[in-house]
């Protein structure tokens, strides 16, 4: 059984909706390049091709076809699955400020919100 991805099935929408790698790849704030070997590894994954790709057009595939009424019906299904409520944040003292945050996995792909800024102490660095 092929071991399929949930958001490369996003992006194989977002092409299939686009027709077009580029507006695609803006879609998800890519580069095109990293999007069309995603979509290849997806197609790889599968053993299909699902784009007829020239430097003049993109269209599906018969192969596409039949996967686009079964991925938007995956997508939405996935996207209508409940969160889990989330713990209360708790309060923490910050005595100085990493340059780097770390991102946790979200619990479920509704509850992602982009990271707060850190704070920054003055006294660490005056202004």
């Not at 998800?28 to 784009?51: C, D, N, T, W, Y």
Request: hydrophobic letters at 40%; charged letters at 20%; a positive charge.
């Amino acid at each position: 059984m092929a071991d399929v991805e949930i958001h490369h099935l996003r992006y194989f929408l977002a092409v299939a909706r686009e027709l077009n790698f580029t507006r695609a790849a803006q879609e998800f704030h890519m580069a095109v390049p990293p999007l069309s070997q995603r979509i290849k590894a997806l197609e790889a994954e599968l053993g299909q091709q699902l784009f007829d790709r020239s430097t003049h057009h993109v269209r599906l595939t018969p192969a596409g076809e039949r996967l686009l009424p079964w991925a938007r019906q995956l997508i939405a299904d996935f996207d209508a699955l409940p969160c889990p409520p989330a713990p209360p944040p708790t309060r923490r003292r910050i005595s100085h400020a990493w340059p780097y945050r770390r991102l946790s996995t979200a619990r479920c792909a509704a509850s992602w919100r982009p990271p707060r800024p850190m704070p920054v102490s003055t006294s660490t660095y005056p202004r």
